[in-house]
């Protein structure tokens, strides 16, 4: 157990809706970074969120969002889903905003829309 | 920009040594990771570089020429649950003193008996 937590697990949904994946980073740590990964690919940033702020931006679509909330956990927020959104979403988080002490990686979301 | 370039697909065999090297060009050069990763899992942490040089930790290894852009993961005694993607990536600062760490898309490493 890496301490960062991710729910839930696995979510099947159809094209068109919109799910919420939710993160609580490991205890101590302030900031909190979205991964996408999709089938055989790298792992592509989407956003990072420090103290409740965003501090970095990436490769996100518009029809993605995310927040951090003032008890630290996030939540990525995905729209208008398309089949090409099924993908590993991975939460990390980091004690400060530089990721100088490293970054600790949950198990992440499955998501498979059909 | 960045680019991050590792080989597609690796094989060795158990008890041997193998090196996995890793390119990158990118602005703002901050350091740079590699992170193991079964399939289905999160990645987790091998080593971090930031300095040129050698940094050892137990069977692994990771090399760093920051004015090669070139750094290698060096994984010796190799065991059958080495068998996973490892997944270079660099952290890169910007102008606006945020930070972005980037993943190269992994290199899959088979390991045989």
């Known amino acids: 157990d890496s301490g960062v937590t991710q729910t839930p697990k696995h979510l099947i949904t159809a094209t068109g809706q919109r799910v919420t994946l939710r993160c609580s980073p490991r205890s101590g740590d302030l900031s909190v970074y979205w991964y996408q990964q999709s089938l055989d690919q790298g792992l592509q940033f989407l956003i990072q969120?420090?103290?409740?702020?965003?501090?970095a931006k990436g490769n996100i679509l518009e029809r993605f969002s995310a927040q951090q909330f003032p008890d630290l956990h996030s939540e990525l927020n995905l729209s208008s889903l398309e089949l090409g959104d099924s993908a590993l979403y991975f939460c990390?988080?980091?004690?400060?905003?530089?990721?100088?002490?490293?970054?600790?990686f949950g198990s992440g979301t499955r998501l498979t829309v059909v | 920009g960045q680019n991050i370039d590792q080989p597609t697909e690796m094989t060795a065999t158990e008890g041997a040594i193998v090196q996995i090297n890793c390119t990158y060009q990118?602005?703002?050069?901050?350091?740079l990771f590699w992170y193991q990763q079964h399939a289905g899992e999160a990645p987790t942490f091998l080593s971090y570089n930031v300095l040129d040089g050698l940094e050892e930790k137990g069977r692994f290894s990771s090399f760093l020429s920051r004015s090669k852009g070139y750094s290698y993961l060096l994984l010796k005694e190799l065991q059958m649950k080495d068998s996973a993607s490892y997944l270079c990536a660099v952290r890169e600062g910007r102008m606006d003193s945020s930070y972005k760490l980037i993943f190269g898309s992994g290199t899959r490493l088979l390991v045989r008996p």
């Open positions: 990118t602005s703002g050069f901050n350091g």
């Open positions: 990390a988080s980091s004690v400060d905003s530089t990721g100088s002490y490293g970054y600790t």
């Open positions: 969120y420090y103290n409740g702020e965003e501090r």
